[in-house]
């Protein structure tokens, strides 16, 4: 571990960012929000007999409805978005179901730390960071963050980032590195894959399904573009991750990560074990397990929750056998409760979101919603367009959407219906308008104040939204600027 320099030519502390807190944020929207209810009037869209967003037979609201102060059951006001927004959906919903969910994998995963078995594992490969010239901690991070984008484009991985951040952003911190080194490797490289994958079942598979194209067609730009947009990412992350190391006050989390390099030394943990390796075997069984049970059975929420508290009884009782940490009972129990309360605000984060959408009307296609304006309205403005900047601008589109409805499935089932048949009507072939889907739907989960799964690692990573925001606006315009320009090679060769 690298000490503060004293030197009086070190680079400079990072100034503290004035960027709000996340809540401060999206108490802002929800005041925009309701502002907005008494300025717009609401629409609606009907709907085929198929169940689908009919296009042609939007129609509005005579004048706007106006949000309430104090809400009711009908209605959601300005004081009980929060309220409304915790309580709103079922075990399975992106809203009950979803803050379950992050509170028992962080319960799960705190029991796992706790036996300190995956981190003398990680530690076994990074190497001592007292001794940084024998630790290949580069290759191993690049190996992740490749399999971390593939589990993305494979099976949509997303809010199991959050379980991976638990474990691997301390050890790198302790390691030399930082928690943004962490975050890219854990939770970036599963959004680029989930954005340039051939085969995502939750986002790409079902805005094929809905605009009328075969499932998985199309494979062959998609698999050129994961392999350009992963070498992008791990070049970016290459690079990164040894500035840090030789400099760690380069990091703009320098001074927050100081509340994992003031832990233990991961020298001083001790050695990997019997107990240590089981553990390990447990927890990859379980990741192998998890990703059959999404890609063969169509697990969610309910199920892999499941999945992960079987994993934490059994490697608590392996760290109890084993004695792993000095662990009994009672610390076991004790660090289900802290795992869980440290992602408690990202299960904050999800209800309060939830109770913004309610208040402009919810997000249902066929009842008067803002969202629903929002949407009829922008729609509209890509038409008229060129058709180049027509496919643009449906991936600036679904970009900005993204912020409000960070659901892949959701986002599908919500704009496709009117992207396929506008795609139609200006030139556009339906399968750049999915392509600009996908990739609108996943870049901008990096920088989603409402996005459970960035939430959830910036937690486990105990790393501020304004931290990350002032870090990684630079590398997403990247980013983006490369998503356009294959949207771009997409329309001009006539991608079907």
Known sequence: MVPPSTDPSAAPPVAKSKIPDTFLILLLLAL??????????PGQFGLTPSGRIDPAAYSAAAHPKGAPVFGDEQNVGLLNFPFEGLVTGDRGSATVGLMAFILVIGGVFGVIMRTGAVDR???ALIGDPD???S?????????????FSLAGAVFGMSEEAIAISLIVTPVLVRSGYDSITGMLTCYVATQIGFSASWMNPFG???AQSISGLPALSGMGLRIVMWFVFTGAGLAFLAWYARRVRLTPTLSKAYESDSRWRDTASVGSMGRFGTGDGIILVLLLLTVAWVAWGVVEKGYYLAEIAAQFFALGLAAGLVGRLFKLGGVDSNDLVRAFSDGAAQLAPAALVVGVAKGIILMLGGDKPDQLSLLNALLNGMSGLTALLPNWATAWGMLGFQSAINLLIVSGSGQAALTMPLMAPLSDLSGVTRQTAVLAFQLGDGLTNIIAPTSASLMGCLA????????WLSFIWKPLLGLLALAAAFVLVAQLTGYN
Request: proline residues 5%.
């Open 460 to 467: 486990a990573g105990r790393l501020g939204f304004s931290t």
């Open 32 to 41: 925009a929000a309701y502002a907005s209810t008494w300025l717009f009037a």
């Open 135 to 147: 630790r290949p901690g580069e290759f191993l991070i690049m190996g992740l963050f490749v399999a």
């Open 131 to 133: 001794k940084p010239k």
């Open 204 to 206: 790409l598979v079902i």
């Open 121 to 123: 594992a990680l530690t």
